[in-house]
């Protein structure tokens, strides 16, 4: 199952690059973690350059807010530009980077050495951007529903709710690679993953 899922998901992406959950309930409270990324430290190819800054994401009882900051006003798919900011985003729901089901395309396509230590359990992939401006979420069988991302200014805000997620809690690890249509240009964070936790 994971190598078929690989196998589909770099046809996906090569197509555009190369041209769970805590038996202790969801709780009330609400949770936010960010990560931060250097400006500038972008690779790959093509006229722009996706140069990601902080990854955010804000955890309540009903789901997730996931926020993409750029150093510039990002440009949606549906824009038909064929600079487009595309990505993927890994989720590990339960936070065991041992149980992944699915390959983490951040490791996949990442410049250089590193790890983001996710066991990829659902995904979001801000790439094939249906008709009402949706796109999948997905887990080890298949997809599991449709979010619909919010491109303003430097930011781009989609909001997951826990029935996409497994009926996860919440509280997960996280990482992202976003480029546009010719090559991937950024990861965030460099190495390793953003970790959203219980208040303790």
């Known amino acids: ?20 959950g805590d038996t202790s309930g969801p709780g009330t409270t ?44 990002v440009i949606s798919p549906t824009s038909g530009d064929t600079t487009a900011v595309i990505g993927y985003v890994g989720f590990d ?31 979001i992939e801000l790439v094939d951007y249906a008709q009402d401006s949706t796109v999948t979420v997905t887990g080890s069988g298949g997809t599991t529903g449709w979010v619909k991302p919010v491109f303003s200014g430097n930011r781009v805000t989609v909001r ?15 990482a992202a690679i976003v480029g546009n249509n010719h090559s991937p240009n950024d990861i965030i964070p460099e190495n390793g993953h953003l970790q959203v936790s219980a208040p303790r």
């Open 1 to 20: 199952m994971k190598r078929a899922r690989l196998t589909t998901t770099l046809l996906v992406a090569g197509t555009l690059w190369s041209c769970g």
């Open 30 to 73: 609400e949770t936010t973690a960010q990560v931060t990324d250097p400006t500038g430290d972008t690779y790959g190819s093509g006229a722009v350059h996706w140069d990601l800054t902080a990854m955010t994401i804000t955890r309540d009882a009903d789901g997730i807010t996931l926020m993409l900051d750029f150093s510039n006003s």
């Open 93 to 123: 729901v339960d936070q065991d980077s041992t149980t992944a089901d699915l390959a983490s395309i951040v490791d996949e396509f990442r410049p250089g050495t590193g790890s983001t230590g996710l066991g990829v359990d659902y995904e």
């Open 160 to 174: 997951i709710p826990r029935a996409l997620l497994g009926n996860d809690d919440g509280f997960l690890n996280a």
